[in-house]
């Protein structure tokens, strides 16, 4: 499972796991029943997850609704420690994944909207570069391991702060090194293989560092660096499978 996994995240393009991931999950989910772990976001308990990742690293993906660490920490925070379940909201949810999609649209009070360059389950087509839509037209903006595809990240960070309502608010999550200081890119690398070997994956642009949240204060964010799930007991953070290092980047448009 471990090689087969890592195949399909190395050598098939993102939409086409999209468009068969589904049918993925109804095969795999019978094989993992048991009760050592549980998604906090589809409720299902297994034995444990699926591998995950270009490596297939072991007891990550959730079979049923396919989550990973970053999706289930997530969902806790924006129920725990946001308005997001309880106010009436517009949601801008840029690259959405598949197990938030269906739920956060039957949520009544949000008014949500989903959007991608590439993804054919998104509302929008849209470059979140230069994105059309109009200023401060979301109270919430969700863009979850995206960035650090994105040539011109602070580009897309001015967007994503122009498309916000005064007082909104953006969870803009990405994979970090927290041993490097400082942000390391290279618009040069563009080797599949080198860029896989100094950024993590071959389709990453940069590695980021602690200096994160600097970047996404440069373009006018309040950011607020949550570590919410070193406030969960050890038992909860393993049984749900979560990373123990990673921040909550919660960005406010004041």
């Known amino acids: 499972m471990k090689k087969f996994i890592k195949f399909l995240v190395r050598k098939v393009p993102r939409r086409y796991l999209i468009m068969f991931s589904g049918l993925f999950s109804k095969i795999i989910t019978p094989f993992y029943k048991g009760h050592n772990v549980k998604c906090p976001v ?8 699926l591998p995950y990742g270009n490596q297939g690293e072991d007891n990550r993906l959730c079979p049923y609704c396919l989550t990973l660490e970053r999706h289930r920490l997530l969902w806790l925070y924006l129920k725990n420690k946001t308005n997001f379940f309880k106010d009436k909201l517009k949601v801008l949810h840029i690259a959405p994944e598949q197990p938030f999609i269906k739920r956060f649209r039957n949520m009544e009070n949000l008014e949500y909207y989903t959007a991608d360059l590439e993804s054919p389950i998104a509302d929008i087509k849209l470059d979140i570069r230069n994105m059309p839509l109009e200023d401060e037209s979301f109270d919430v903006v969700i863009c979850n391991h995206v960035l650090e595809h994105i040539d011109d990240d ?11 309502k005064k ?8 994979p970090i090194n927290y041993n490097r200081d400082k942000t390391y890119e290279d618009p040069t690398i563009t080797d599949h293989k080198e860029r896989e070997r100094l950024f993590g994956q071959y389709d990453h642009v940069r590695e980021y560092g602690r200096d994160y949240p600097d970047r996404l204060r440069s373009v006018g964010f309040k950011v607020i660096e949550d570590d919410y799930v070193k406030t969960l007991d050890l038992e909860l953070i393993e049984f749900y499978r ?12 004041e």
């Open 42 to 49: 589809c409720e299902h308990e297994f034995r444990k997850f």
């Open 242 to 253: 979560l990373d123990p290092d990673e921040v909550v980047y919660f960005n406010v448009k």
């Open 154 to 164: 602070i580009k897309a960070m001015k967007e994503v702060y122009r498309v916000l």
């Open 167 to 174: 007082g909104g608010w953006a969870i803009l999550q990405v």
